[in-house]
């Protein structure tokens, strides 16, 4: 009877501490893991945020039967923003086409292949000088007709460069992170880095995503919180 008694209490034991030991990792490990991820992924938006900002691309296509050099194209646009007039370029193929903006008007000048030609406006709302100040004859010039804008969230170098110009407090303070993070952007293998060095003895947290450059270019980037 006394054995019995003993491996019955031994087995009440065993229950209890595998029980003890479920509601202790449930309750307090659980309750600090997920938090924490939330708090990275909140801290990783925050910073991607700041490093974006609204693209905008308007399509042209110009089809001509036989090649030609020179051609002066233009179209009239209502801009959202002085910056956004400032910031325009226009590319063919991804080459940098000469331009020129007066009043509310676009022009540029590009070499026409046979067949379709595609032309792509680019604006974003951003502090800069007028970019389209090409001296371009306007005298003979082609109308065209414009596609509507399509919208795309971008990083931009000079949002990269806003951050890593700022101290680690301002930033830290301006974007209300109070955890410590470090962040790397990957473009094309050029490493820029900003934040403080991540522990050796502490859990780091670590989200890495990719976004296009305002270039065109793809950039990599790993932000790690602790």
Not at 63 to 77: G, K
Not at 212 to 224: Q, T
Request: glycine letters at 4%.
């Amino acid at each position: 009877m006394v054995k019995i008694d003993g491996i019955i209490g031994i087995m009440i034991f065993l229950v209890f501490t595998s029980w003890s030991m479920v509601y202790f990792f449930n309750t307090f490990v659980t309750e600090k893991e997920y938090p924490m991820t939330e708090v990275a992924d909140d801290i990783s938006d925050k910073i991607i945020d700041y490093v974006t900002i609204d693209s905008y691309e308007i399509p042209v296509s110009i089809t001509v039967e036989n090649a030609s050099t020179d051609n002066v194209f233009y179209f009239d646009y209502s801009w959202p923003s002085e910056g956004a007039k400032n910031s325009t370029m226009v590319y063919k193929s991804g080459t940098e086409q000469e331009c020129l903006i007066s009043g509310s008007r676009l022009y540029w000048q590009s070499d026409l292949d046979p067949g379709q030609n595609h032309f792509t406006v680019t604006y974003s709302d951003k502090n800069v000088t007028l970019v389209c100040d090409d001296s371009i004859q306007t005298s003979n010039i082609n109308q065209t007709i414009p596609w509507a804008a399509v919208k795309e969230n971008v990083v931009s170098q000079d949002r990269i460069n806003d951050m890593t110009s700022s101290s680690y407090g301002s930033i830290q303070r301006s974007l209300g992170i109070e955890r410590d993070f470090r962040v790397v952007f990957n473009v094309s293998g050029t490493l820029t880095e900003y934040g403080k060095l991540t522990p050796n003895s502490t859990d780091v947290f670590v989200k890495s995503t990719y976004h296009a450059m305002e270039s065109g270019d793809r950039v990599d980037i790993r932000i790690m919180v602790w």
